[in-house]
């Protein structure tokens, strides 16, 4: 999984991966978020649209006041974003996308 591709995104605050059960297993942050936090919420929404809609795969876009919170399921984990309100979304979410199909390579 290649979070630092993410976090190079301009206006990327802050990416990582996390299991289905909340443990970040990556997290990277460019300012002073707690990944460890967006990665509870992240595996919370997704495990919720999966039980709510009965879904296999899920992902979800969150817009807040001022930040982005851009989620996909993964076969390693759940990918979380958050970016500025401001930023590229479309791009962030093509990046993602990317990332959360991208084999894992040893």
């Given at each position: ?25 990556d ?20 495990n ?37 309100k ?16 991208a084999?894992?390579?040893?």
């Open positions: 999984m290649k979070i630092g591709e993410l976090i190079k995104i301009p206006k990327v605050l802050g990416a990582g991966l996390v299991g289905e059960d909340g443990f970040i297993i997290g990277r942050s460019t300012y002073e978020y707690d990944t460890e936090k967006l990665g509870a919420i992240a595996a919370r929404v997704i919720r649209i999966k039980q709510s809609l009965n879904a296999q795969d899920a992902s979800a876009i969150i817009y807040t006041q001022d930040n982005v919170l851009l989620l996909r399921e993964s076969t390693e984990g759940i990918v979380f974003v958050m970016c500025q401001d930023a590229n979304v479309g791009l962030v979410r093509i990046r993602l996308s990317k990332v959360a199909r084999p894992e390579v040893s």
